[in-house]
């Protein structure tokens, strides 16, 4: 079968790079155009020496670029960008956005995290890309939306329990450590080596915009109102996100609703009860570790997931999705090992 | 005035170093010798070469120590070790003990956490060493027990507002990440480097021995029995601890509580209402910061408390705890400032 | 066409769980068994919880595996235990050993550097294992000696030019940057997180082992004695060995016989004149990035290698080399695109 | 006696914070005022909370600062503009500029190396910084230049037995490692956490402006013309910078005139022949390690010198010299040990 032909805009960002790393090893996508903006010109090889060894078309200005030949476009821009890109496609094309430019369905709670929305007419079309749980609906879109990468490791340790209504709905507490590469390529002063090495802080306290994505999703999956407390933090490593969970529940309630909720899933590994997951056991791999601790408090537990943010938080997920979207086997190009240590 | 002389046993793992790093630059402190068993007869330049520009005694067996001449021991020691050793020394010195060997009020607590206590007729004599809480009974002590590091940093956060009541006893859940420096200079297998670089994971769930401290001393505090949640987790760097405390209650409350409790402390600092702190903001050093920000949802608030493991966590808590034994001026030797990056 | 059955050695170790990683993607060769000697009985996701998503055989002691059943051992163990482990081996398997136990042809030489060789008599028969400069022979062997990792580096920065006689054999000097990853994951003092994080420091300088892989690879390619200078370093870094060599000879050359060198290989990269490689950009992967560097001073040139001493350093190379061995197509396997960031 | 006051140009970068953070611990020198363009009006507290326990004076613009009120400036500018502020400060301070802006005397070289010159006739008062080869005209100067952090270091392994004529001044090679808080606090694409993390490369190889200072004090010293070869490499830590010098002589002359040269300095240590330095081990210090190790080849030998580029390669060095120039006991201030780990 002739590979589906794909697009990566932004890809002078490391979610753009690591779809090119990923599917340099996937059978049955070909990159047929990458874009870039402000690095319009340059080779891949000039912007990711890492990848020089594959043959890759230049970067070009999303203008310049015929989306008539696509089958797919990944489109790794801002936000703001990326709904007027998208907009903008050709009606034959299919999409994953990889911004949280479609991951609101209410475009009046997108407005009030994000600003206005420049595409709410395709919001209503478009599907929140957290592949295992809405896997029939992904297959059938034109457009995905990409989850957060936060949002992505605490709704994979959340939603089974809740699901399964083992967890109050309303004390959960959501600890999350994450590496720098998160924050993209970009920079500024705060994300420089030496702010970031050999020290650990928290940062958007109780305002990160990923709360929009943990209200939208627990409170479709509680049936209710869902909100959560959400702290995240900046730890110094470059990949990699924990999340730790505090919930109300018996530890084996929780620990079967992930084990049921996962049993067949390709990706998803729920570890025996009390081991606990460390986020360089899935680094640069689609897989995630997710954990239950019982507290010493009778009736709390804890709850880890440990995923790698550019790959299963970002392009991994991206790419199983597109995997559905195009009738390809959905594991296909994904099962690569983790890269330890 | 005769600097005090001032004797160190464990000298050769990484919370001797640092109290030689810092009586080094402590003008009313002389080291009268150091011992380590099993890197006796080293000079202290072999084992650690960054203290080589000092004139140190070499490293003697405990049993070779004239500790007649000593005003004050600190001793490093594994706590097992460390109840015997004390045990025989003579009643003219004072100690400070920075094992869990005498943190633990009741023996049969400290038996039940760390199996049987070899010196319970000096246990009532101890006084816990949080400086900031027991100023006065140290003074007086002559044996002092140095906190666990992770202990005094969730102390630090949850003691004031806790004592003020305005927070819930039953609702406290201490998330904290530590650095590798707090294990210890011991050669196993999950601490070498490429296990704890780029990597986060958590250790000890609900298990941690600290929940013995966290015991003790938030009932005191709060007069009836309170425990709490409690998830260590070791992150990528050498030094630090950050604790993100979630609890129950008002952050104005909160906030107010912590200022004036340590509104009068040379090494607390409690930073403007949302500021958060991070661990490299006190590396190296005495100082504590605590931050507080209010959750989205009222009536709960995450208190965030960063200090250095070995500093204020261990050899600059001892060391404040012996000025105030020793009748020096109480910041002697402990101002300087963080080292950052 | 059936998989070839594959035996590893020593899968405690991270040599032998990168083998596991990259055959686990491997569509040529199956896992036919595991072997570790201290943590035989255990599962390898109890051992490495990375490959947890792995089906694989649990860790046998070497002398309950039948050997009979496979086509290739690869051999990860100490190099004493190495040698005789081998000699035991049926006749009718090949293998690939990543110890030192037979780099060296010279056993006397092998005594001097590491003491007496236990399998001379199979010593003769080994092919130095560095694919691109002994293809023909590694095709043909039985037992293929995977090379020093930093060795390796040096050898691919280096011997294009000699060959070529376009630098002074005398004046050679490898300046040699390496990840705590290369020292295994044995517990040592040295080597636990505190100790090698945010410091840089040489070892072993001018005594290293790998001194006597130079020195026989090196005069075997002038076709006189050459003995290099070489000063390696533990660089605060999980993975990645960068080799700056220092040499006399003109930098075009140089890098005309690099070029040529590796023209038509396919995991060496020269990088246009002047272009300097990062470790990070070859992690994990099978690929070489070499640089050349003209001195301000006429006549003296640098060269760079990059590699991942896990991967293309280690077990990469050895798979290499197995599908030379083996029959199939050379690069099978191993042209997964590098991890960045 | 009433210590000096000073001002710090620049504090709001890297080298402003540690000479306040030096100075907060030095008895003899007073802040009197801080300066810095675009942070003007902040306090210090909140562009280093690290600072926040000291009292210190608000940032301000250059403009608003009176400097007749100093007794010494410490320059912490880019070398362009640094030039034109010190140009316009008033005779009666003294200065201690810490760009590259009055290292090199010929300002014909500067020219090559910088740009024009804007201060030409400034230049030719001014001492070069490296307080133990130029401590007699620093203590008489107006106008020191503190040296390049990296020039420094090699300076410190080469100078004395360049002077004493015991290595071939023509067969230099400096490989030099530093970590990424010698860049400054600047927010560039290539120093981001997330590149600089777990990779090593080489950078400005062979053109890196520590080059001229190099050839202005070797020529010096040797009485001749002397290039040596530069490779400076960026390590993943965030201080510390290890040279490697691969020079021709007899390492015990060499270790001799070290030795020799360094018996009564106070900050230098030359380690036992053999003995190789770790740069965390003079971490956040003044003190500088020099080793010695004799090359398997007879009359080849390497020198290995480790300082913090921070401290003894910037602001501790700045500080030395206010010392000297303010008539202070010249170590005043800059005793405290390393931080290790």
Redesign the interface.
């Known amino acids: 079968m002739e590979p589906k032909r794909v697009i990566i805009l932004g890809a002078s960002g ?1 979610t753009g ?1 690591e779809l ?2 990923l599917i ?2 996937h059978p049955g996508l070909r990159i047929a155009a990458l874009g870039a903006e402000r690095k319009a010109g340059l080779t891949m090889a000039e912007v ?7 043959d890759l078309p230049a970067l070009q200005k999303t203008d310049d670029i015929d989306f008539a030949a696509a089958d797919l476009v990944f489109c790794a821009l801002p936000h703001g960008t990326s709904q007027a890109v998208v907009q903008a496609l050709p009606e034959t094309v299919k999409i994953i956005d990889l911004s949280a430019g479609f991951r609101l369905r209410d475009p009046a709670v997108y407005a009030r995290w994000y600003g206005p929305h420049l595409a709410p007419e395709l919001q209503a079309g478009a599907v929140y890309g957290l592949t295992e749980f809405y896997r029939d609906a992904i297959r059938g879109a034109r457009l995905v939306a990409g989850t957060g990468c936060n949002a992505a490791t605490g709704l994979y340790a959340v939603l089974p329990p809740l699901r399964a209504g083992v967890i109050d709905p309303d004390e959960i ?1 959501i ?1 999350l ?1 994450t ?3 998160g924050a993209g ?5 705060a ?13 958007k ?3 990160h915009r990923h ?1 929009a994505e943990f209200d939208q999703e627990f409170s479709a999956a509680a049936g209710r109102e869902v ?1 959560v ?1 959400f ?1 995240p ?1 900046l ?6 996100i ?1 999340a ?1 969970v ?1 919930v109300r529940g018996a530890a084996d309630a929780i620990h079967d609703a992930l084990a049921r909720a996962y049993a067949a899933e390709p ?1 998803l ?1 729920v ?1 025996p009860m009390g081991d ?10 689609a ?1 995630v ?1 997710v954990g239950v ?5 009778p009736g ?1 537990t ?1 709850i ?1 997931a ?1 995923l790698d943010n550019l790959a299963k938080g970002s392009a991994a997920q991206a790419i199983h999705n597109a995997n559905l979207m195009l009738g390809l086997p959905e594991t296909l190009g994904l ?7």
Do not use: C, W
Request: proline share 6%.
């Open positions: 490391y790079a090119v790393r340099a090893g990711f020496p890492h990848l020089r060894h594959l507490v600890d450590k590496g720098s590469s390529r970009t920079a500024t002063e994300l420089i080596h030496a702010e970031v090495a050999d020290s650990t802080r928290a940062y306290v109780a305002q709360l909100k407390t702290t933090h730890v110094p490593q470059n990949r990699g924990l730790t505090y990706f590994h570890l606990i997951p460390a986020t360089a056991h899935v680094r640069g791999s897989f570790h601790v019982a507290d010493r408090r709390r804890m880890f440990a099962g690569a090992a983790p890269l330890y240590p």
